[in-house]
């Protein structure tokens, strides 16, 4: 034990002692002062070196400077002149710091570079396998096995400090990585709270949310019912024979609509449907009640989004509101207009969507370029804002992320991770390389899909592009002006051609199956209720119209 206590004192004061020495010598010879030839000299620039390489250095710049009554010594290290009174470099002020150096330097080597079994010899040699300091005596005896690789001190010393400098290295780069490791950490642990208290709080409030969003739903049907008039004599037999009609032909309708056009082109119209493709049928349920009762009340209608029991919102451009309907497409109520007294043009909504527990509705307004999250009965309850130039298009997928669209010709879409009770965003991904993308939806296992002006484009949950539809469909179909996009509960596309006034069914590799409806004027918006509702915005014709559709018993060739 007390040989390994001294071989490591005495490696530890080796490495201290080449490390002073690169101090203690000069920088032109590299040999270490002394009190002598080599004593250590100042120049005026408060550089150091030794008598010896002065005096030659001096000697030098006079042999070729013919003017001998005024020195000048140039610096070795920074090239600065030093004025000399004669032509010696002892009248130089000696650097007193380095001799007192030396000269406790010297005291500390006597005391400790002693051979213990032989006092008058210096340490000199160093064994590398024993990792033993030597004197010259013992070196010899030492070497005569062959076992022994037996080095001078200085280059052992030069050896390991190479070695202590990689290790110093490796430790400095390790002790880097565990300090990001461990900010990180905290970082997370910092979002784990927020998130974990943000989840607390919207469970604490979510019963008081869902008792006042149905309570101001009840007033506000109790305001729609007390509006409306009782029907005549003449209407109450024509909904009566509406009604017995509808049980005969066993129609699947949903209570709150019925076929307004008693005509056979109806029935028509439906047949035709079944021959194109006898797995989908198509019947239009709304033609002529949304035109009578929505008559005056859209102006422009964009997006549109359905609750699960049953109320459709509606974004009107031109009336820069939401407006909210029921099944039988009255007007129940609508969000106050925005003030604007900053904006020089209208702030009207564009894509609206519906959150994941249905009691809260997220607009997309382009001017004021932002996301906006209302209650049901059009409180505001926070913003959303990033660097958006257009946002227009916006789904919220079962994770409760909202998606948004940035319509603009080097466009985006962002997947937005947030706390729906104050707004504030835990993560945001970005993804580029989109030409002016508009609508958007997102399917039951979260897949995305967004129409952009010329194409229909598919990704994954993580933002991946998986498909992208052309124009060309095949089968000589086309998409013309892709606009609202929906999946059905089959996780087939449906999308919209505003030009072409259509409505096409897409399975999931982007395959044309059928087109849905023609003849809409300009469908923009499409959602699929729960209850199989096809609901269309068509902003040319000022109204929403409402589809039912199935799939027949073999929708399994789609």
Known sequence: ?????????????????????SILACAVCTELYNEKELRPKLL??????????????????????????????????CRQETSLSSLSAMDLADNFAIIECLSSAKGANEACCYCEKHPDERIKFFCMPCHRLLCPCCALKHMSQNIHNVVKVEAAALKYKQKIQEALDYCKEKRHLLEKIVQESLNEKKQLSVFTLSLEHLRKNISDTELLTQKETLIQLDKCISRKQIPDQTQSSKLEHIAQKMERRNDPTPPGFWDASSSEDNDSSTRNYHQENTNFSCRNVSEMLSN???????????????TDDGFVFVTDKSDERVKVFDYSMELLWHFSKPEQPKYNKPCFPAGIAISSLGYLVAIAEPIKQQVSVHARDGRKIFSLKQDWQCPFGVAVNTKGQIVVTDKCECGSFYILTVDWTCGNIFQIKVIDGLYQPSFVACSKTDDIVITTSNSVK??????????????ELGSNQFLHSPKGVAFDNKNNI??????????????????????????????????????????????????ISLHHFQYTNNHNVL
Not at 49 to 63: N, P, Q
Not at 464 to 469: A, E, F, Q, V, Y
């Open 1 to 21: 034990m007390h040989s390994v206590n001294y071989l490591t004192s005495k490696m530890a004061t080796n490495v201290c002692n080449l490390s002073v020495n």
């Open 292 to 306: 009578r009762r929505t008559q005056g009340c859209l102006l422009n209608p964009i997006g549109v989004a359905v």
């Open 44 to 77: 005026q620039c408060g550089h150091t070196f030794c008598l010896r390489c002065l005096t030659e250095i001096l000697k030098g710049a006079s042999e070729q400077s013919s003017d001998n009554r005024d020195s000048k010594l140039s610096c070795p290290s």
């Open 494 to 543: 449906i999308v919209s051609d505003y030009y072409s006034g259509k409505v096409v069914l897409l399975n999931s590799e982007g395959k044309w199956l059928m087109d849905i409806i023609s003849g809409l004027q300009g469908p923009q918006g499409i959602t699929v209720t729960p209850n199989s509702l096809l609901v269309i915005t068509e902003s040319l014709s000022h109204n």
């Open 458 to 471: 598919v990704f994954d949950v993580t933002g991946s592009l998986r498909l992208t539809i052309n124009h």
